[in-house]
């Protein structure tokens, strides 16, 4: 089946740092979206893309829609301790509907 | 606004035993979709109805799984008999019809079967 491959698998950074986190695929996505999941919780939507190459902001977060509709970048920028947890991609496949692929995850430390 | 509503939070079970999941979805959501979580193989997802009627099911493991959905309002995933690789995280997300891709995530039930 469809593989989402999200790297890095982890990330230790110092607060206020810039962080970089991609998922590339083998197969084309009509739609990238990004969560978050804080321990002990559900995944939260962060970020949802419709389009290639689409730019699209959420307060210190950017992410991009790939050119070939096969990657999608998340950038975080002036990391602080809050942004602590998991970040997942997940790609939806043209007439697929509500089946949604998922990366396994970035987990992002931040040191204060 | 009150968000996906999942019980129990947390279950502690035999091997053998009947568990059941249940959800409540975001009042308005149309589409429920059920998920496991492990380590070892990530979020995948079990189950998606919409409208109340199961449309992709081809996620769930095996016949020991089955959920239902009798109202918008409400939606249960049941495991008969339980076993310990069944341990696991299991999430309920909802949304919009037409509006899959963004879905809402509850909670979840950490499922430990021993």
């Known amino acids: 089946g469809q593989q989402l491959n999200q790297s890095p698998q982890s990330m230790f950074i110092q607060e206020g740092e810039d962080v970089s986190m991609n998922c590339t695929s083998s197969?084309?996505?009509?739609?990238w979206l990004w969560y978050k999941q804080d321990p002990g919780e559900g995944p939260v939507l962060l970020i949802a893309?419709?389009?290639?190459?689409e730019l699209t902001s959420n307060g210190r977060l950017t992410a991009q829609f790939g050119i070939t509709r096969k990657d999608s970048f998340l950038n975080i920028s002036a990391s602080i301790p809050s942004d602590v947890g998991i970040y997942f991609c997940?790609?939806?496949?043209?007439?697929?509907?509500?089946?949604?692929?998922f990366g396994k995850g970035t987990k992002l430390s931040v040191k204060p | 606004d009150a968000g996906v509503i999942q019980s129990p939070r947390h279950e502690v079970t035999e091997m053998g035993q009947e568990v059941t999941l249940r959800c409540k979805p975001i009042?308005?959501?149309?589409?429920l979709f059920w998920y496991r979580q492990t380590m070892m193989r990530g979020l995948e997802l079990l189950i998606y109805f919409n409208n109340n009627v199961p449309i992709d099911d081809s996620g769930m493991p095996e016949d020991r799984f089955s959920a239902k959905m009798p109202n918008a309002s409400f939606s249960t995933l049941k495991i008969q008999p339980s076993e310990p690789r069944d341990s696991a995280v299991y999430f309920c997300?909802?949304?919009?019809?037409?509006?899959?891709?963004?879905?809402?995530f509850g909670p979840g039930t950490r499922l430990l079967v021993l």
């Open positions: 197969s084309i996505f009509n739609t």
């Open positions: 997940a790609g939806q496949i043209g007439g697929s509907q509500g089946n949604l692929i």
């Open positions: 009042s308005g959501h149309n589409s």
């Open positions: 997300a909802s949304s919009f019809s037409g509006r899959e891709e963004t879905q809402y």
């Open positions: 893309l419709y389009k290639a190459g």
